[in-house]
């Protein structure tokens, strides 16, 4: 009876330690993913100021290195033609 109660005890601590660092692992910060963001674009007033929005926002987040730009439109659309 005296080994069962030695092996349980060292069961649970093992369990317990092993519970205690995957909460701390938990808690960690993850690495972050880079921010993937769409523009849409169909107005043709619009194109002078997409690439000075895309900017901003790459700025906002820290750069090219967090964020990855794509400018979408829907055909026909005289926006298109503008690039």
């Known amino acids: 009876m005296h080994r069962r109660n030695m092996l349980w005890g060292?069961?649970?601590a093992?369990?317990?330690a092993f519970a205690a660092?995957?909460?701390g692992a938990a808690t960690e910060p993850a690495a972050q993913a880079k921010l993937k963001v769409v523009y849409h674009l169909n107005d043709l007033?619009?194109?002078n100021f997409l690439p000075g929005s895309?900017?901003?926002h790459l700025d906002?987040?820290?750069g090219p290195d967090h964020a990855a730009a794509a400018v979408g439109a829907r055909?026909?659309?005289p926006a298109i033609d503008a690039f």
């Open 10 to 12: 060292a069961v649970s």
């Open 75 to 77: 055909a026909p659309s």
């Open 21 to 23: 660092s995957r909460a």
């Open 14 to 16: 093992i369990g317990a």
């Open 60 to 62: 906002g987040v820290g």
């Open 54 to 56: 895309i900017q901003n």
């Open 45 to 47: 007033d619009k194109v």
